[in-house]
Every structure is written in C-alpha cells, then in structure tokens.
C-alpha cells in the first residue's frame, strides 16, 4: 500500500484559484470571495538572478486588500528538470495537506487561468491522492486579455484555435499555422533569437503581447516595435488573420 504523509483524514479543503493575467481587476468575483474567506492563501514565487522573490501573484493579492498575514510564499525553482520541481512541490505541499488536516481552506493562487500551465494542477494531483477534497475556480488567461485589450477577436465562428507553449523552434508554429485558424503561442524565450526574423520573413499577421496586466505591460502588432524587445518569459504570440495592423490607429498599447 502506498504511504501517505499522514493517516489522518483532513477536514479542510484546497482550491487553485485563478488570479488572470496581472490586472487586479480580472479576478473574478467568486475568486476574490473565496481569497476572503480562506484560512491560508499560498503564494507561488520565483527567485531572480539577484536571490531575491519575485511574485505577481503577491502583487495582484495586496493590490486587492488581503491580508498579508494570511500569505504563505512557495518558492518554486523555475526549471525543465521536473524531478527538481516535483521535489520541491512535494515539500511545499506536506505544510498545505498540515493545513487542510486541522480544518483550514487553503488557497493556492496562480497567474492566469489555475487549469492552464500551472503550477497548481502539480499540488491539486497530490491533493487528491491524500484524499483533501479540491476545486479550482477559473479565470482570465493572458492571451484572452491581450486580445481584449486589441479589440480583436481569438476566433470567429467555426475558427480552430491551436496554443502551443515553450516551443523549440519556429518550425513548430508554422506547422501549426498550415492546419489554419487562429495559433496561441505562450512562453517565447524559447525562440527569442529567432521571433522578429521569422515574423518579418513570413509574413504572419501576428499580435505580440508580453507582461499582459502587469507593471510593463507591451502589446503590439507593428513588426518595428518587436526589433528591440527582449521577449521576456511572459510573453506570448497570437497568429490569426484578426491581428491586421489598423490603418490609422494605434498598434501598440504599451504601460511601461
């Protein structure tokens, strides 16, 4: 039989609760209902070159008025070895099952949508194998607001959308773009060397948006603007026939 942290059965609960893009405005409702109300919110955060914590999810929670006594900062390593993540997951998660157990809800918070690349979905998976009841409670993803704040639709009709994350080279994106429709590209480090070149060559309507609803916040769908960016982690690509530059208006919407 598979050994547990602990035998006994927790009365408590954990919820992934979707904070969206950055913009504290995007939370929803029923999110800032359930931040409230619980008993621990546990922050994700990342450590910069510097040694020091960088969290938008801590921003966004003070930005609404939380407590801060109520915090509670994972430290997460930001790494493709997923045996050093789930490691670090495992740990962070034996003080929420602690919590769960003496009857606290827990709140684990996460950018974006909790679904959707998270982090959370790791500590929901462990969760459930210890029998601590779990929810999630959705919210707004970046490449939804970025579109939003172009006024431009993600798809129309019987449009399909693809998303890809972290792809290795642009080779990826344009497969994608040959099946048609509407191609969600998150996470673009990963071909910052390659991105403008690729654009400019190929020709692709394209939106770039990077920090949606955060300090620095950069959209575009000017090719120029993109020259000397340095396509940060959070940066995503959507190609759509929707992101034609407008004549005579604005094409990039910047808060830096």
Same mark, same amino acid.
């Given at each position: 039989?598979?050994?547990?942290?602990?035998?006994?059965?927790?009365?408590?609960?954990?919820?992934?609760?979707?904070?969206?893009?950055?913009?504290?405005?995007?939370?929803?409702?029923?999110?800032?209902?359930?931040?409230?109300?619980?008993?621990?919110?546990?922050?994700?955060?990342?450590?910069?070159?510097?040694?020091?914590?960088?969290?938008?999810?801590?921003?966004?929670?003070?930005?609404?008025?939380?407590?801060?006594?109520?915090?509670?900062?994972?430290?997460?390593?930001?790494?493709?070895?997923?045996?050093?993540?789930?490691?670090?997951?495992?740990?962070?998660?034996?003080?929420?099952?602690?919590?769960?157990?003496?009857?606290?809800?827990?709140? %684990? =918070? +996460?950018?974006?949508? *909790?679904?959707?690349? #998270?982090?959370?979905? @790791?500590?929901?998976?462990?969760? /459930?194998? &210890?029998?601590?009841?779990?929810?999630?409670?959705?919210?707004?993803?970046?490449?939804?607001?970025?579109?939003?704040?172009?006024?431009?639709?993600?798809?129309?009709?019987?449009?399909?959308?693809?998303?890809?994350?972290?792809?290795?080279?642009?080779?990826?994106?344009?497969?994608?773009?040959?099946?048609?429709?509407?191609?969600?590209?998150?996470?673009?480090?990963?071909?910052?060397?390659? %991105? =403008? +070149?690729?654009?400019? *060559?190929?020709?692709? #309507?394209?939106?770039? @948006?990077?920090?949606?609803?955060? /300090?620095? &916040?950069?959209?575009?769908?000017?090719?120029?603007?993109?020259?000397?960016?340095?396509?940060?982690?959070?940066?995503?690509?959507?190609?759509?026939?929707?992101?034609?530059?407008?004549?005579?208006?604005?094409?990039?919407?910047?808060?830096?």
């Amino acid at each position: 039989m598979r050994n547990r942290i602990d035998t006994v059965m927790p009365c408590g609960c954990l919820c992934g609760v979707s904070l969206g893009p950055g913009d504290p405005e995007l939370v929803t409702l029923k999110a800032l209902r359930f931040l409230e109300r619980a008993d621990v919110i546990c922050c994700p955060a990342t450590v910069d070159g510097r040694g020091a914590l960088q969290s938008v999810a801590i921003d966004i929670l003070c930005d609404l008025g939380l407590p801060e006594e109520r915090f509670r900062i994972m430290a997460l390593p930001m790494s493709e070895n997923r045996k050093l993540a789930e490691a670090e997951y495992r740990e962070h998660f034996r003080q929420i099952a602690a919590d769960c157990r003496e009857g606290k809800t827990v709140a %684990l =918070v +996460s950018i974006g949508d *909790a679904g959707f690349y #998270s982090t959370v979905s @790791a500590m929901i998976r462990l969760a /459930e194998n &210890e029998g601590i009841p779990c929810s999630l409670i959705p919210g707004v993803p970046a490449f939804i607001a970025a579109a939003a704040s172009s006024c431009i639709p993600v798809a129309l009709q019987d449009d399909r959308v693809r998303i890809l994350a972290m792809v290795k080279d642009v080779d990826e994106i344009e497969r994608a773009l040959r099946e048609g429709g509407t191609v969600v590209v998150m996470k673009l480090s990963t071909i910052r060397e390659y %991105l =403008v +070149s690729w654009l400019a *060559a190929s020709g692709h #309507s394209f939106l770039y @948006a990077e920090k949606v609803g955060m /300090e620095g &916040e950069f959209i575009t769908s000017d090719i120029d603007a993109l020259r000397q960016r340095p396509i940060p982690y959070f940066s995503l690509l959507v190609c759509s026939p929707y992101c034609r530059p407008k004549a005579g208006s604005q094409n990039t919407v910047t808060n830096e």
